[in-house]
């Protein structure tokens, strides 16, 4: 569909806020990219794609990351374990300084792999999720993070990475959370985003209020997963028909869709 046509329908909906983000390279060319030089005009044009969604009359919020799938990939097609890693830093320093120059607003995905993968891929996305956690507290950037959703584990070992790289918890979102690690995200001081189904929803605010929360539809904008994992303005949707089921109050409303999205993304 493109940013652009999403944007407008969102708007139609009531939506007036999306961050788009980067998807994994082979989306755009058919092929896992291994050249940093091509890697960065990716990032460019999806750049452009999100200026161009502002044209519909929304704020819009853009990040570029590294997919932790990249590092399969790449391993999948025989380059060596270390030029996996040192490609991985080597686009880690592009995107630190994409978001210093503002041409991004914020760094992901990024994070680690959520599916059974060999040790060494794990290590090298672990490496490279404290580069990039490092790069963002240098440059003050947010980012959003892909992980494993370990209840008891993932959001706590977020939260000593943090503390160890002293980056400030309120700038780190775990993306396509469950309730549960969304919940510990919240104890201990992280962001996290649940699905924008209104099942979803209204376990999460009944688990976890709506301190530190986002909405998402993790839309992949792919003809050929049309509508996968849901359309943008399914949120929309879902708020509506919560609110006069009486699910919702226009309360929490408010909160999870106009000022956690202002406080998260300094708006
Ligand atoms: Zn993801």
């Given at each position: 569909?493109?940013?652009?046509?999403?944007?407008?329908?969102?708007?139609?909906?009531?939506?007036w806020?999306?961050?788009f983000?980067?998807?994994?390279?082979w989306?755009?060319?058919?092929?896992v990219?291994?050249?940093?030089?091509?890697?960065?005009?990716?990032?460019?044009?999806?750049?452009?794609?999100?200026?161009?969604?502002?044209?519909?009359?929304i704020?819009v919020?853009?990040?570029?990351?590294?997919?932790?799938?990249?590092?399969?990939?790449?391993?999948?097609?025989?380059?060596?374990?270390?030029?996996?890693?040192?490609?991985t830093?080597?686009?880690a320093?592009?995107?630190?300084?994409?978001?210093?120059?503002?041409?991004?607003?914020?760094?992901?995905e990024?994070?680690?792999q959520?599916?059974?993968?060999?040790?060494?891929?794990?290590?090298i996305?672990q490496?490279a999720?404290?580069a990039?956690?490092?790069?963002?507290?240098?440059?003050?950037?947010?980012?959003?993070?892909?992980?494993?959703?370990v209840?008891?584990?993932?959001?706590?070992?977020?939260?000593?990475?943090?503390?160890?790289?002293r980056?400030k918890?309120?700038?780190?979102?775990?993306?396509?959370?469950t309730?549960?690690?969304?919940?510990?995200?919240?104890?201990?001081?992280?962001?996290?985003?649940?699905?924008?189904?209104?099942?979803?929803?209204s376990?999460?605010?009944?688990?976890?209020?709506?301190?530190?929360?986002?909405?998402?539809?993790?839309?992949?904008?792919?003809?050929?997963?049309?509508?996968?994992?849901?359309?943008?303005?399914e949120?929309?949707?879902?708020?509506?028909?919560?609110?006069?089921?009486?699910?919702?109050?226009?309360?929490?409303?408010?909160?999870?869709?106009?000022?956690?999205?202002k406080k998260?993304?300094?708006?």
């Amino acid at each position: 569909m493109g940013a652009r046509k999403i944007a407008e329908q969102f708007a139609k909906e009531g939506g007036w806020f999306i961050a788009f983000i980067m998807l994994p390279t082979w989306d755009y060319t058919n092929e896992v990219v291994y050249d940093v030089d091509k890697y960065d005009k990716l990032i460019e044009l999806h750049s452009k794609d999100c200026r161009e969604a502002k044209d519909a009359g929304i704020e819009v919020m853009c990040f570029a990351g590294f997919h932790p799938a990249e590092i399969d990939n790449l391993l999948e097609r025989g380059i060596s374990p270390k030029e996996v890693r040192n490609y991985t830093l080597a686009v880690a320093k592009v995107l630190g300084e994409k978001c210093s120059e503002g041409k991004i607003d914020g760094i992901g995905e990024v994070g680690r792999q959520h599916y059974k993968v060999q040790v060494h891929s794990a290590l090298i996305a672990q490496e490279a999720l404290e580069a990039f956690l490092a790069l963002a507290e240098e440059r003050d950037c947010p980012v959003q993070l892909h992980l494993e959703q370990v209840s008891g584990f993932t959001a706590e070992s977020i939260s000593r990475l943090a503390n160890a790289i002293r980056i400030k918890k309120d700038n780190l979102l775990i993306h396509h959370s469950t309730i549960a690690v969304s919940a510990e995200a919240k104890e201990l001081g992280m962001w996290s985003t649940v699905l924008g189904k209104k099942e979803v929803i209204s376990a999460a605010l009944e688990r976890r209020g709506s301190d530190l929360l986002l909405l998402e539809s993790d839309f992949i904008d792919d003809s050929r997963r049309a509508g996968k994992v849901i359309y943008p303005w399914e949120i929309a949707k879902s708020l509506k028909s919560l609110l006069e089921e009486g699910g919702i109050t226009s309360n929490d409303i408010e909160k999870i869709s106009v000022d956690n999205v202002k406080k998260f993304f300094g708006i």
